[in-house]
């Protein structure tokens, strides 16, 4: 099992360029999280996905939009990248949402200039 | 409003010696309680799940909750610098069906 996994491991972006970060999980989850993780902020919540055909808005929504691809996928996009978005981003998935434990992707670092 | 507290650090302390991590959280009513490795530069790695009062043993690691006083608590015995990372405690806030609340994490370092 590889668990969760992500791409890319790194990318750099200029000002306005958009991208998208890929996530997969194969542990048969239900739901799927994005998260970004800056100094000294902790792991913030940008949007997740409860079960399959649906998507919430979590504490940092603002500047990214989320595809629920199907069961195993959850892709993150940025439209029109910032250099506020420069951080670390985890996905992570989860049996349910709630009460179970996460198990977290490798991660993305991206650089916006 | 959900919080997860936790102290920044850092956390020195030296080999062989028991580390004490603390986290407090908001809701009285919180049912589960996780806490995670994080190594600088890598992601967040599952350590230890706990779901009822007492403490909970896992090799050297020792959780312990106190829903009345509403704190969990990561014991690491005969630390080792491997140990050295930032610890993060994960906590499901009601209702039941929205994601953990992480503390922004306590940085731990032991020092040999």
């Known amino acids: 099992n590889a668990g969760v996994t992500q791409t890319p491991k790194f990318q750099v972006l200029k000002t306005g360029q958009s991208m998208t970060l890929q996530c997969a999980q194969d542990m048969n989850h239900n739901s799927m999280y994005w998260y970004r993780q800056d100094p000294g902020m902790g792991l913030r919540l940008i949007y997740y996905s409860a079960s399959e055909g649906t998507t919430d808005k979590g504490e940092v929504p603002n500047g990214y939009n989320v595809s629920r691809l199907n069961k195993r996928e959850f892709s993150l996009r940025l439209e029109s990248a910032a250099p506020s978005q420069t951080s670390v981003y985890f996905c992570?998935?989860?049996?349910?949402?709630?009460?179970?434990?996460?198990?977290f992707g490798p991660g993305t670092r991206l650089t916006v200039t | 409003q959900k919080e997860v507290e936790q102290n920044s650090g850092p956390l020195s302390v030296p080999e062989g010696a028991i580390a004490s991590l603390n986290c407090t959280y908001s809701d009285r009513v919180s049912q589960s309680f996780f806490w995670y490795r994080q190594y600088s530069g890598k992601s967040p790695e599952l350590i230890m799940s706990i779901y009822s009062n007492g403490d909970k043993e896992d090799g050297r690691f020792t959780a312990q909750l106190n829903k009345a006083s509403q704190y969990v608590s990561l014991l690491i015995r005969d630390s080792q610098p491997s140990d050295s990372a930032t610890y993060l405690c994960a906590v499901n806030i009601p209702p039941g069906n929205t994601p953990l609340v992480f503390g922004k994490g306590t940085r731990l370092s032991v020092i040999a």
């Open positions: 992570a998935s989860s049996e349910a949402p709630g009460p179970y434990e996460q198990y």
